[in-house]
């Protein structure tokens, strides 16, 4: 099984599902953002999806978002969500409630985008200290389930936002942090981690189901090229359903 902290355990990583601002501003901590009619159709699609998992946990941030998104599948599971602080939305200081629009015009955007392991939010967190907490949480996480274990492989579930997903799976890719941006986390996407004692494996990356969801270019980009910017905070992907 190896030290505690090369435990080997697979992880699932739930983005949580749409809510009435997701795309357009950056909620980050704010309180009271819950899912949408679309957001709660997205949550119980993906535990009619999952419902068929063995589960040791499932563990999700403390925003009622990502609580809302896990609760389907924890009652079809018999689970009780443990939340875990470090799983949270990055604190986006005085961007949180702006609009993407206007935030492109901040003299950190670019930093953002192009630099993001010097990326700091005014007034809120760095992207590396998201990045540390979140992997810090993993490690944490596949050592205690894979103590209590009684097969020494655990699996367990994480319903957490975009920004948290993509450092976890850039760390399991053995990415600097500068390439995050290059990944894509949709809303309800599974992604998923098996850890060894070598190394990580990624089995699974932004897996929305057996559809085409996301493959044709967003609404806004259709028929011209897009700037190439990541979405802060993960955007609304396809929009499901």
């Known amino acids: 099984m190896g030290t505690p902290e090369h435990a080997s355990a697979t992880l699932i990583l739930l983005r949580h599902g749409l809510t009435a601002v997701t795309g357009s501003i950056l909620a980050g901590r704010s309180p009271g953002i819950d899912l949408d009619e679309r957001g709660r159709l997205q949550a119980e699609d993906t535990a009619r999806r999952l419902a068929g998992l063995h589960l040791d946990a499932i563990v999700t941030s403390p925003l009622e978002r990502c609580r809302r998104t896990a609760e389907p599948l924890a009652g079809a599971l018999g689970l009780e969500p443990v939340v875990d ?73 994480v319903c957490a936002h975009g920004d948290v997903i993509k450092a976890v799976a850039a760390d399991a890719l053995g990415m600097h942090l500068d390439l995050f941006q290059r990944i894509q986390v949709d809303p309800c996407s599974v992604t998923a981690v098996r850890y060894t004692a070598a190394r990580p494996f990624l089995l699974r990356l932004n897996d929305v189901g057996a559809t085409a969801d996301g493959l044709a270019p967003p609404p806004q980009e259709e028929g011209r090229h897009g700037s190439g910017d990541a979405v802060v905070g993960g955007g609304a992907g396809a929009a499901r359903p």
């Open 85 to 157: 602080e470090r799983f949270s939305e990055c604190d986006y200081g005085t961007w949180t409630g702006r609009t993407l629009e206007e935030l492109k015009d901040e003299p950190e955007w670019p930093v953002v985008q192009q630099h993001p392991s010097a990326a700091r939010f005014p007034g809120g967190e760095s992207l590396a200290q998201v990045s540390a907490r979140a992997v810090e949480a993993v490690r944490d996480w596949n050592a205690r389930l894979a103590a209590a274990s009684t097969t020494g492989h655990p699996r367990y579930l």
